[in-house]
T-cell receptor
Framework: GQQLNQSPQSMFIQEGEDVSMNCTSSSIFNTWLWYKQDPGEGPVLLIALYKAGELTSNGRLTAQFGITRKDSFLNISASIPSDVGIYFC???????????FGGGTRLMVKP | DTAVSQTPKYLVTQMGNDKSIKCEQNLGHDTMYWYKQDSKKFLKIMFSYNNKELIINETVPNRFSPKSPDKAHLNLHINSLELGDSAVYFC???????????FGPGTRLTVT
């Protein structure tokens, strides 16, 4: 089946730094989603990408849908302590299909 | 105002027992899902269900079964619980025409 490789697995950064993480797939997806999970909570949708090459922003977050449709990137600018959490990428082939999740990137921000 | 809710939040039970986790969504979505998150935080789809079709991840043991009394609810029944079933279970929902899934807060299941 499809697999998503997400990297890095964890990051420990200083407040104010920019962050980049990415996901790569062994096969194509038609949609990429990025979620954030806080401790003890469910994943919360941050950004959805629907077209190859698409670049979408949500506040300090920017995500891109790779041209090959096999990868996606998430950038966080000027990180703050509340950015701490686990970030997941997820790919989907068609609407209503099951999501395939990456292994997550655990982000820690030092004030 | 909660969009996707689950009960209970925590569930501790012994091996061999049968238990259920309830999920409700007030978003008017047509499709609901169950995910399992293991201790390494890896999220894995278990079921996808709307009023027409149940899709089961082939790796899910048949001790797990989803039951939907109506479009807003998808409950998860687990029979003969095993130690390896300990995990956090998330319910999610989406509209069939979009790709965006919205998750509940999770149920932490501990089997002793």
């Amino acid at each position: 089946g499809q697999q998503l490789n997400q990297s890095p697995q964890s990051m420990f950064i200083q407040e104010g730094e920019d962050v980049s993480m990415n996901c790569t797939s062994s096969s194509i997806f038609n949609t990429w989603l990025w979620y954030k999970q806080d401790p003890g909570e469910g994943p919360v949708l941050l950004i959805a990408l629907y077209k190859a090459g698409e670049l979408t922003s949500n506040g300090r977050l920017t995500a891109q849908f790779g041209i090959t449709r096999k990868d996606s990137f998430l950038n966080i600018s000027a990180s703050i302590p509340s950015d701490v959490g686990i970030y997941f990428c997820a790919g989907q082939l068609n609407a209503g299909n099951m999501l395939t999740f990456g292994g997550g990137t655990r982000l820690m921000v030092k004030p | 105002d909660t969009a996707v809710s689950q009960t209970p939040k925590y569930l501790v039970t012994q091996m061999g027992n049968d238990k259920s986790i309830k999920c409700e969504q007030n978003l008017g979505h047509d499709t609901m899902y169950w995910y399992k998150q293991d201790s390494k935080k890896f999220l894995k789809i278990m079921f996808s269900y709307n009023n027409k079709e149940l899709i089961i991840n082939e790796t899910v043991p048949n001790r797990f079964s989803p039951k939907s009394p109506d479009k807003a609810h998808l409950n998860l029944h687990i029979n003969s619980l095993e130690l390896g079933d300990s995990a956090v279970y998330f319910c999610a929902s989406s509209q069939p025409i979009t790709y965006e899934q919205y998750f509940g807060p999770g149920t932490r299941l501990t089997v002793t």
